[in-house]
């Protein structure tokens, strides 16, 4: 990702909130541009998406009374372009003083301007007050790797770091809650949960563990750490199946879900993890 890509974000300057509706605040960065670095070239015909879950989205209903409620995003991976984080933000905000007819008013503009944004149809659920209770918590299944007494001294992202046993044929599903890279831009810290879901040569626990945590002075966007991890398990490891699902912590009201499998039919937990 060149810094002239993102000169013109909104991302680490000081910005005015808006309050009336207005969808030129989106901000698109070409996923292509980050994926030129993949260590798969070229990228693999995955099967994904980046879940969003807005939990700060307000209108104003045809009285002038305030409207809540909770919206989830989902940005097919096949999509042209991503949504910078803190656009986004602003363009939510933009509906806090707009008046809307309802919910559906609401979520069929969203649809229409991300949709475009991204180069490909964005799909958008909104939860009303009433939905609020059946929100739950529930963490990424999977054996948790974080008990494992490793040594760790690279904090830069490493694929040599892994290690497979091809003598070995597994299907496993891991999980770790020490996944940390970093904002490209403002170099502000982004935590997250990561599950993998693979078969094939043995991956070792321990080499994997510490792959992940080479992350943690990494500069790179959430979906494109996901895409990453993706390409060096499939280069280094050779799995026959692979699925990589990160959960981020939310941070101006938003969190990103980023996935990616080999496996068309794989279906990603959508409860909230305790962090978020």
Request: hydrophobic share 35%; aromatic share 10%; glycine share 6%.
């Amino acid at each position: 990702m060149s810094d002239s890509t993102l000169l013109h974000a909104p991302l680490g300057k000081e910005t005015r909130y808006p309050e009336h509706y207005d969808p030129s605040l989106l901000f698109p960065i070409a996923r292509d541009a980050g994926r030129a670095q993949l260590s798969l070239q070229p990228h693999p015909a995955w099967h994904g998406a980046d879940i969003w879950n807005a939990y700060e989205l307000s209108w104003l209903d045809p009285k002038g009374k305030p409207q809540v409620a909770l919206a989830r995003f989902c940005f097919p991976a096949s999509s042209t372009h991503i949504i910078e984080s803190k656009s986004f933000k602003l363009y939510l905000n933009s509906f806090n003083q707009t008046t809307l007819p309802d919910g559906d008013a609401v979520l069929a503009r969203m649809q229409q301007d991300l949709s475009a944004a991204a180069g490909a149809p964005v799909s958008v659920t909104l939860f009303a007050p009433a939905d609020f209770a059946a929100q739950t918590l529930g963490e990424l299944e999977g054996t948790l790797l974080d008990t494992l007494d490793i040594e760790v001294s690279s904090y830069v992202p490493d694929a040599g770091l892994l290690h497979a046993d091809a003598t070995q044929s597994r299907h496993e599903t891991l999980r770790t809650n020490l996944l940390k890279s970093n904002c490209p831009v403002t170099g502000q810290p982004d935590w997250g949960s990561l599950q993998i879901e693979y078969t094939g040569a043995a991956i070792d626990h321990a080499s994997l563990l510490r792959y992940i945590v080479s992350y943690r002075g990494h500069n790179g966007f959430h979906e494109q750490c996901a895409e990453q991890i993706f390409c060096d398990i499939m280069r280094t490891c050779a799995p026959e199946a692979l699925t990589v699902y990160a959960r981020y912590t939310r941070r101006g009201g938003l969190d990103i879900n980023p996935w990616r499998s080999t496996q068309p039919d794989f279906i990603p937990a959508d409860a909230r993890n305790a962090r978020q």
